[in-house]
């Protein structure tokens, strides 16, 4: 029963809020974030000694078509989880001070999205999962468009009918999965068990593959994503990087890898060339960007493009590589369009090489900029860095040349994130009577937590590689 | 049976009201007297009995379609209070015309015999011509009704010529010996059957407004009174896809492979055309009308997988779209009045002006594009199922794509009230028009959630 509190907590709140008006909303938001932050606390303490069964949960939904409700927990679930319900106060926080128009339906939404990323990760039925996956997609684009900036309608219908295509693409899937099995029945641990399906998964494969691949994205399906994230509210960009995106890669290795493994093996050559090109590809276009929050954009499309590489190298290494990075690139590209916002807000600018000199006049604010800029460069020792190494020794394990090429993305991402913050922070103010105040106190505990965890999981990876060990070698097994 | 006979009775009672001076009276016996009916014909549940020769039969599935039809017929009559408040002086005839439409209804869910379902479609048809025309003084709902009627006695002789043919092959113009003339004769059907089969056919996808056929909607559904497009597009739809269902799961499925042909061909073309024309829509109605084509294109899986029994599906399916159909129509009706438009336009920034009646715009177009949590979801899921178990491989992928299709124009609706600059037209609703929307919108959001009792009732 403890998944169904993790998921009434956010869902009460998102309703709560809604007779909330200015000031209160917010701080209300706070207060349940951290409240849901505190109990995953407390439902990490109790997977380590219990394990999955008091999260389990599974009630017949409907008899014909038979449907049931499964929710449940295992490692990799419990990390995304842990993810989501930490950067959500992080999120709330940072629109401290901010004017948000209509703020108690702001944060609704936001409650309610965290609802619907915590019932997509801890969802272990098909049907279910797919009803949290669509549910995610619509706070987010009502987020987007209505507190979105310019060309918002367009933009953000293109995001909404992009990321449908893929969603009904693989609702025909499961729909396909559902009538060849012989039980009817979509749970994950009967699709992972039997190796029922023996129909074509050559073309299962890709109802599935592009579905998630349009939300991760991985090139050419990421169209929609630099537009999206350039117009959507700093906040909305966070929970789209920060989150949403890795409900694709997660949904690789839950759903695609197990339910068609066989047309993972067929594709696999070409999907993991498509991975690492894009790696580059989009590298290349980030440095060539001036566009601050278009450059994090890209450089977000290349660091999962190392992600979805290191899944479908189909090792050890890449998996657990992936689950860490995925962890850290939550955290890292929360924090770097956190101070693209700080910068734009103070200088209406979002051209990298129209600001300058921030450095002098806001020396804390560069310092921790810097910080997540080396975490997201993959600097030794911080949080980057260790899934990143084990990304590309997984690559490494399945192709050598591979591996080469997708390790440029350490010399790239270096090349456009540093030239970054060199142009926009340090040198001299390019514009005339810039004035930055230095950190206020919100964007100091978030810009704080996010450099601390930084370095705290930079250095102690240990526990997120135990926790998702088992379930990833169930598998690789398979 | 009985709740065809109240029914009558009810309609008769308005056209006396009128010469006894009880207009006043109309309205509140009307919604009594329906919710009575609704019990009662609930009573009969699992009664499965033939009245008249077997000329009507009642069952499960009259009755659940007769309980939805019911129900939306006292949504409508709950808005018609305010919608014909103005002019009042005709409310008797329109009543009493609106309450036959219904016992039209009833009929084509409970026929066992062809000439009764014929007569059920008249009773239904005629009355609708009327209501379509109603707007005496308007050209557009002239138009509407003239069009309608024409069209509408055509697809009725073509009905007509199908059931004759039928009655001279078979003998008989009831449901159980015509499937026992296509079994019997397997293999040596004559050749008039299929004929008369596929005239019948013809008639009813003009009744669904299915593609080649649907021509008439768009244009009648804009002219009607909108109180009256609502009704078309949720009852009269819903009782010609029951009547429809019926005959092919009754006699037509033993010799389908001739007609699963046209009625393939007939479903991916109302998809297409339903789902791509109303791209280009700005008027609301014509929207809702191609909107209307394309739900006919999903529930025409279900005819084409009528061998596996799916009234469940359909059922579903039909009160979701209804529910969704009548709460957007709840926000619309009273938009339009003060807008003076029925363009798309008129709901431009109705977020600012009203955001609950736009949270509230925004769930039905949710529904009807068949997102999650709301019923036209499940129902989508439902059919899909129903349709892949019946091996429609490549039309279920086609109907898959066709609701991504959908959500574009779905969502023209939801960005004129949330993206647009606030028009000067005041949003004002009444008691009435909130009441139907919020039952509506929270059945749709229960069924949605809640499934089991829905699906699983036949």
């Given at each position: 029963?403890l998944?169904l509190?993790?998921?009434s907590?956010?869902?009460?709140?998102?309703?709560?809020?809604?007779?909330?008006?200015?000031?209160?909303?917010?701080n209300l938001?706070?207060?349940?974030?951290?409240?849901?932050l505190?109990?995953?606390v407390?439902?990490?303490?109790?997977f380590?000694?219990e394990?999955?069964?008091?999260?389990?949960?599974?009630?017949?939904?409907?008899?014909?078509p038979?449907?049931?409700?499964?929710?449940?927990?295992?490692?990799m679930?419990?990390?995304m989880?842990?993810l989501?319900?930490?950067?959500?106060?992080?999120?709330v926080l940072s629109?401290y001070n901010r004017e948000t128009?209509?703020?108690?339906l702001?944060?609704?939404?936001?409650?309610?999205?965290q609802?619907?990323?915590?019932?997509?990760?801890?969802?272990?039925?098909g049907?279910?999962y797919y009803?949290f996956?669509?549910?995610?997609?619509?706070?987010i684009?009502f987020?987007?468009f209505?507190?979105?900036?310019?060309?918002?309608a367009?933009?953000?219908?293109?995001?909404?009918?992009?990321?449908?295509v893929g969603s009904?693409?693989?609702?025909?899937?499961f729909l396909?999965?559902y009538?060849g099995?012989?039980a009817h029945?979509l749970?994950?641990a009967s699709m992972v068990l039997?190796?029922?399906?023996s129909?074509n998964?050559?073309?299962?494969?890709?109802l599935?593959?592009?579905?998630?691949?349009?939300?991760?994205p991985?090139?050419?399906?990421?169209?929609w994503?630099?537009?999206?994230y350039?117009t959507?509210?700093?906040?909305?960009t966070?929970?789209?990087?920060?989150?949403?995106?890795?409900?694709?890669?997660?949904?690789?290795i839950?759903?695609?890898?197990?339910?068609v493994p066989?047309?993972?093996?067929?594709?696999q050559?070409?999907v993991?060339?498509?991975?690492?090109v894009?790696?580059v590809?989009?590298?290349i276009?980030a440095?060539?960007?001036?566009?601050?929050k278009?450059?994090?954009?890209?450089?977000?499309?290349?660091?999962?493009?190392?992600?979805?590489?290191?899944i479908?190298?189909?090792?050890?290494s890449g998996?657990q590589?992936?689950?860490?990075q995925m962890?850290a690139?939550?955290?890292?590209?929360?924090?770097l369009?956190?101070c693209a916002d700080?910068?734009f807000n103070r200088?209406?600018?979002?051209?990298v090489?129209g600001?300058?000199g921030?450095?002098?006049l806001?020396?804390?604010?560069?310092?921790?900029f810097?910080?997540?800029v080396?975490g997201?460069?993959?600097l030794?020792?911080?949080?980057g860095?260790?899934?990143?190494f084990m990304?590309?020794?997984?690559?490494?394990?399945?192709?050598t040349?591979?591996s080469?090429?997708?390790?440029?993305?350490?010399?790239l991402?270096?090349?456009?994130?540093?030239?970054?913050y060199?142009?926009?922070v340090?040198?001299?103010?390019?514009m005339?009577?810039l004035v930055?105040?230095d950190?206020?106190?919100?964007?100091k505990?978030v810009?704080?937590t996010?450099g601390?965890?930084?370095f705290?999981?930079g250095?102690f990876?240990a526990?997120?590689i135990?926790?998702t060990?088992p379930?990833?070698k169930?598998?690789i097994?398979? | 049976?009985?709740t065809?006979?109240y029914?009558s009775?009810?309609?008769?009672?308005c056209?006396?009201?009128?010469i006894?001076?009880?207009?006043?009276?109309i309205?509140p016996?009307l919604v009594?007297?329906?919710?009575?009916?609704?019990g009662l014909n609930?009573?009969d549940?699992?009664?499965?009995?033939?009245?008249?020769n077997?000329?009507?039969?009642v069952d499960n599935?009259?009755?659940?379609?007769?309980g939805?039809?019911?129900?939306?017929?006292?949504?409508?009559f709950?808005?018609?209070?305010d919608?014909?408040?103005?002019n009042?002086?005709h409310i008797?005839?329109?009543?009493s015309?609106?309450?036959?439409?219904?016992v039209?209804?009833?009929?084509?869910?409970?026929?066992?015999?062809?000439?009764?379902m014929?007569?059920?479609?008249?009773?239904?048809?005629?009355?609708?011509y009327?209501?379509?025309?109603?707007k005496?003084f308007?050209?557009r709902?002239?138009?509407?009704?003239?069009k309608?009627f024409l069209?509408?006695?055509?697809a009725?002789?073509?009905?007509?010529?199908?059931?004759?043919?039928?009655?001279g092959?078979?003998?008989?113009f009831?449901?159980?010996?015509?499937a026992e003339?296509?079994?019997?004769?397997q293999?040596?059907?004559?050749p008039?059957f299929?004929?008369?089969?596929?005239?019948m056919v013809?008639?009813?996808?003009?009744?669904?407004?299915?593609?080649?056929?649907?021509?008439?909607?768009?244009d009648?559904y804009?002219?009607?009174?909108?109180l009256i497009t609502a009704?078309m597009?949720?009852l009269v739809?819903?009782?010609?896809?029951?009547a429809?269902y019926?005959?092919?799961s009754?006699t037509?499925?033993?010799?389908?492979?001739?007609v699963?042909?046209?009625?393939?061909a007939?479903?991916?073309?109302t998809?297409?055309?339903?789902n791509l024309?109303?791209?280009?829509q700005s008027?609301?109605k014509?929207?809702?009308?191609?909107?209307?084509?394309?739900?006919a294109?999903?529930?025409?899986?279900?005819?084409?997988s009528a061998k596996?029994?799916?009234?469940?599906?359909?059922?579903?399916?039909s009160l979701a779209?209804s529910l969704?159909?009548?709460?957007?129509?709840?926000?619309?009706?009273?938009?339009?009045?003060?807008a003076?438009?029925?363009?798309?336009s008129?709901?431009?920034?109705?977020?600012?002006?009203?955001?609950?009646a736009?949270?509230?715009?925004?769930m039905?177009?949710?529904?009807?594009?068949?997102i999650?949590?709301?019923?036209?979801?499940?129902?989508?899921?439902?059919?899909?199922?129903?349709?892949?178990?019946?091996?429609?491989?490549?039309?279920?992928?086609?109907?898959i794509?066709?609701?991504m299709v959908?959500v574009?124009?779905y969502f023209?609706?939801?960005?004129?009230m949330?993206?647009?600059?606030?028009?000067?037209?005041?949003?004002?609703s009444t008691?009435?028009?909130n009441l139907?929307?919020w039952?509506?919108?929270?059945?749709?959001?229960?069924?949605?959630l809640?499934?089991?009792?829905i699906?699983?009732?036949?």
């Amino acid at each position: 029963m403890l998944s169904l509190t993790l998921l009434s907590i956010p869902l009460i709140a998102s309703l709560l809020l809604l007779f909330t008006r200015g000031g209160l909303s917010r701080n209300l938001a706070l207060v349940f974030t951290l409240l849901q932050l505190g109990f995953t606390v407390y439902a990490y303490q109790v997977f380590k000694t219990e394990g999955a069964a008091p999260f389990d949960l599974l009630r017949n939904w409907s008899a014909k078509p038979f449907l049931n409700v499964h929710f449940s927990m295992d490692g990799m679930s419990l990390l995304m989880v842990i993810l989501t319900n930490l950067l959500l106060p992080l999120i709330v926080l940072s629109g401290y001070n901010r004017e948000t128009e209509r703020p108690h339906l702001f944060y609704s939404l936001m409650l309610f999205m965290q609802f619907a990323l915590n019932g997509v990760f801890m969802a272990f039925d098909g049907f279910v999962y797919y009803i949290f996956w669509e549910l995610a997609l619509i706070p987010i684009y009502f987020i987007s468009f209505v507190w979105g900036g310019e060309n918002r309608a367009q933009i953000t219908l293109k995001f909404f009918i992009y990321t449908l295509v893929g969603s009904l693409l693989m609702l025909f899937g499961f729909l396909f999965l559902y009538n060849g099995s012989p039980a009817h029945s979509l749970d994950w641990a009967s699709m992972v068990l039997n190796k029922s399906c023996s129909c074509n998964q050559t073309w299962l494969f890709w109802l599935f593959f592009v579905a998630f691949a349009i939300k991760i994205p991985i090139i050419p399906f990421h169209t929609w994503q630099p537009d999206t994230y350039k117009t959507a509210p700093t906040q909305g960009t966070m929970l789209l990087s920060g989150i949403m995106l890795k409900m694709g890669t997660y949904s690789l290795i839950r759903w695609l890898l197990p339910i068609v493994p066989n047309g993972v093996m067929e594709w696999q050559p070409l999907v993991i060339t498509l991975c690492v090109v894009g790696v580059v590809y989009a590298s290349i276009i980030a440095i060539m960007q001036r566009d601050l929050k278009k450059l994090l954009a890209y450089s977000s499309i290349a660091h999962v493009g190392l992600i979805s590489a290191g899944i479908f190298a189909l090792n050890l290494s890449g998996l657990q590589g992936s689950l860490v990075q995925m962890f850290a690139h939550g955290i890292n590209v929360v924090g770097l369009f956190f101070c693209a916002d700080i910068i734009f807000n103070r200088t209406c600018n979002g051209n990298v090489e129209g600001i300058g000199g921030i450095r002098l006049l806001a020396p804390q604010f560069s310092t921790w900029f810097m910080v997540v800029v080396l975490g997201s460069v993959a600097l030794p020792l911080t949080n980057g860095f260790v899934g990143e190494f084990m990304l590309l020794y997984g690559v490494y394990e399945y192709h050598t040349w591979l591996s080469v090429v997708a390790g440029l993305t350490i010399i790239l991402g270096a090349v456009y994130m540093l030239r970054m913050y060199q142009k926009v922070v340090l040198g001299k103010a390019v514009m005339e009577n810039l004035v930055f105040p230095d950190l206020m106190w919100n964007e100091k505990v978030v810009l704080i937590t996010i450099g601390i965890l930084i370095f705290v999981t930079g250095l102690f990876p240990a526990p997120i590689i135990e926790l998702t060990e088992p379930v990833l070698k169930t598998i690789i097994n398979k | 049976m009985n709740t065809i006979i109240y029914t009558s009775v009810l309609g008769f009672f308005c056209m006396l009201a009128e010469i006894l001076n009880l207009r006043k009276l109309i309205v509140p016996v009307l919604v009594l007297g329906l919710a009575v009916i609704f019990g009662l014909n609930l009573n009969d549940w699992n009664l499965n009995q033939s009245y008249y020769n077997n000329m009507l039969h009642v069952d499960n599935f009259s009755v659940a379609f007769g309980g939805l039809a019911i129900f939306v017929t006292l949504m409508v009559f709950i808005l018609s209070t305010d919608f014909y408040g103005s002019n009042n002086y005709h409310i008797s005839d329109y009543m009493s015309i609106l309450t036959f439409i219904l016992v039209g209804a009833l009929m084509m869910f409970s026929f066992s015999n062809l000439t009764m379902m014929f007569l059920g479609i008249e009773t239904l048809s005629i009355a609708m011509y009327v209501m379509a025309g109603s707007k005496r003084f308007d050209i557009r709902s002239n138009e509407a009704g003239f069009k309608y009627f024409l069209m509408g006695s055509f697809a009725s002789c073509f009905l007509l010529f199908g059931i004759a043919l039928i009655y001279g092959t078979t003998g008989s113009f009831d449901l159980g010996k015509i499937a026992e003339y296509t079994i019997q004769n397997q293999g040596n059907i004559s050749p008039l059957f299929y004929t008369g089969m596929v005239l019948m056919v013809f008639a009813m996808l003009f009744k669904v407004s299915a593609a080649p056929f649907h021509f008439w909607a768009p244009d009648v559904y804009e002219g009607a009174p909108a109180l009256i497009t609502a009704y078309m597009s949720t009852l009269v739809k819903i009782a010609a896809f029951a009547a429809f269902y019926k005959i092919m799961s009754a006699t037509f499925f033993y010799t389908s492979e001739k007609v699963e042909l046209v009625l393939m061909a007939a479903t991916i073309l109302t998809l297409l055309v339903g789902n791509l024309i109303a791209l280009a829509q700005s008027n609301f109605k014509r929207l809702l009308a191609y909107s209307g084509i394309s739900h006919a294109g999903y529930m025409m899986l279900v005819i084409l997988s009528a061998k596996n029994q799916p009234a469940g599906a359909l059922f579903y399916y039909s009160l979701a779209y209804s529910l969704s159909t009548l709460a957007a129509f709840a926000i619309a009706i009273p938009m339009f009045k003060s807008a003076g438009t029925e363009d798309i336009s008129a709901f431009n920034g109705l977020s600012k002006k009203n955001p609950l009646a736009a949270a509230a715009m925004s769930m039905a177009m949710l529904g009807l594009a068949g997102i999650p949590p709301f019923a036209g979801f499940l129902g989508k899921y439902y059919i899909f199922t129903e349709a892949l178990q019946s091996e429609y491989f490549y039309t279920t992928l086609l109907a898959i794509c066709c609701s991504m299709v959908g959500v574009y124009y779905y969502f023209k609706v939801i960005i004129a009230m949330y993206g647009k600059p606030a028009n000067e037209v005041k949003y004002e609703s009444t008691f009435n028009f909130n009441l139907v929307l919020w039952v509506c919108l929270g059945l749709s959001l229960l069924i949605g959630l809640n499934p089991a009792p829905i699906l699983n009732i036949f």
